[in-house]
């Protein structure tokens, strides 16, 4: 007989690893993501990078852990009595049963109003059926032109036109500068909108969609974000909106709003440009597919088996002989996959050799070589129809020269003629007190006539 208190011989009995784990994951399994505010105590961050302290108000505490690469999004470091607000995990510490908070996202305690408004108008959005995923609008299937709203000196477009420069160059981006944060950036938010719907809708930038978002923030630099007339803004546009604010923690009303919310800038870039590298992608899914349909196929033929095999009290040969059939169905499924696989294989092989055979490349290099050598021969051409024209000029010059008067008036002659300018040949032309004129080699002489002579008898006469 045994006494009531102890356990009977079926009674299971729990290692303390077995029950702080059992108590572990009931913790875990009961809790979603919670949000406390306290002050932080017994801070210290070891060199391992992670952040072990103490939450506590004025009645209790507990103790948190926030890993490295949780805190690393952290934009202040918190310091021993520190005002904060934790969104956590609630667990327990196995090696020594101690209930403890895993921090996953921290913020001064100050945002507790702005949380408390972030609350209130998503309810009443919500309620009006604004975020109702009805009214969300399909992301276009391609996108060439895309326009981006965001800060133009921020990372969040840095990373935007990193992914595109990556993963699709010839998108071409425009970008509506505004203020992300501040004063009057909400404002200048909804007339960014708007105006690159007026762009589209003119055909003057025909835009196809848009990223507004920026980087990651505290909830009040964020704040522009969950402003209502950004979110009606979005609701509003004709055009699809990916909304893109902060970091994969941050949730704004402007994601709720938009037709689809991304987790971070890059994601929305990535999101709206095809991956160069889908087709090898798409081509490993239908591998895998392949793969888990023959493994179904055979998990199901072997289920049908044990199936058969459990109703026959001896089967013998049959079994064997059913066995056999299903290892040759097996390794013919699997030559099958091979073959199929090897076949998208060569037809990828051939398109991508048609498509380098129709390259303009090999032709336009011909081109140049062609007009190279057509160049080259035109100015040989040229060349020998100059020097043949150089030496043609010389000799007519010097056919000219030969017979050119000046050449003889260089030799000491004289061409004379009267005022009229008559060229004198014979003496009798001109009187005594006549005056004449002398042309020479250089120059020319004005003479007075003083006498004439006649020519000789027997001098030759033109």
């Known amino acids: 007989m045994h006494d009531s208190l102890s356990p009977g011989p079926d009674t299971a009995t729990l290692s303390v690893t077995e029950l702080n784990r059992k108590v572990r994951l009931l913790l875990e399994g009961h809790f ?35 890993f490295r690469n949780r805190n690393q999004r952290v934009r202040f470091r918190p310091a021993n009595g520190d005002h904060i607000r934790l969104r956590c995990r609630v667990s327990l510490y196995e090696g020594r049963g101690e209930f403890q908070l895993i921090a996953e996202y921290m913020e001064q305690a100050g945002a507790g109003a702005l949380q408390a408004a972030f609350e209130a108008l998503k309810t009443r959005l919500l309620q009006e059926g604004l975020f109702d995923p009805a009214r969300k609008q399909p992301l276009p299937a391609s996108v060439s032109r895309l326009g981006v709203i965001t800060s133009p000196t921020g990372a969040a477009i840095h990373d935007i036109l990193t992914v595109l420069k990556r993963r699709s160059p010839a998108i071409e981006v425009y970008i509506l500068p505004v203020a992300v944060q501040g004063e009057g950036a909400a404002a200048q938010i909804v007339a960014a909108i708007e105006r690159a719907n007026r762009l589209a809708a003119s055909g003057a930038v025909p835009l196809d969609a848009l990223i507004v978002g920026r980087g990651g923030g505290s909830l009040e630099d964020l704040w522009a974000f969950n402003e209502e007339i950004v979110a009606r803004a979005i609701a509003a546009s004709a055009l699809p909106i990916v909304s893109a604010v902060g970091h994969e923690v941050d949730f704004s009303i402007a994601d709720m709003a938009a037709d689809q919310r991304a987790a971070t800038p890059s994601a929305a870039a990535e999101m709206l440009s095809p991956d160069q590298r889908e087709q090898l992608a798409l081509l490993a899914k239908m591998e895998a597919d392949l793969r888990r349909a023959v493994q179904r196929k055979l998990a199901e033929a072997r289920t049908r088996l044990d199936h058969l095999r459990s109703r026959l009290k001896h089967p013998g040969a049959r079994l064997r002989e059913q066995s056999q059939r299903l290892d040759e169905l097996e390794q013919r499924l699997i030559r099958a996959q091979g073959n199929l696989l090897a076949r998208k294989r060569g037809e990828l092989a051939l398109l991508e050799s048609r498509l380098l055979a129709k390259s303009p490349a090999p032709r336009i290099q011909q081109w140049q070589r062609d007009m190279q050598r057509l160049q080259q021969r035109m100015e040989s051409a040229v060349q020998v129809r100059l020097q043949g024209a150089r030496r043609q000029l010389a000799h007519l010059a010097q056919m000219l020269d030969s017979l050119s008067p000046l050449s003889t008036l260089s030799r000491g002659y004289a061409i004379v003629t009267d005022q009229s300018g008559k060229v004198l040949a014979d003496a009798a032309q001109v009187e005594p007190g006549d005056t004449v004129e002398a042309r020479l080699a250089r120059g020319s002489l004005r003479l007075n006539v003083l006498e004439t002579r006649p020519a000789a008898e027997g001098e030759d006469r033109e």
């Open 32 to 66: 979603d993501f919670v949000w406390v505010e306290g002050e932080i105590s017994n801070f210290a961050a070891p060199s391992s990078g992670h952040w072990y302290f103490s939450l506590k108000d004025s009645a209790a505490q507990v103790r948190c852990a926030m």
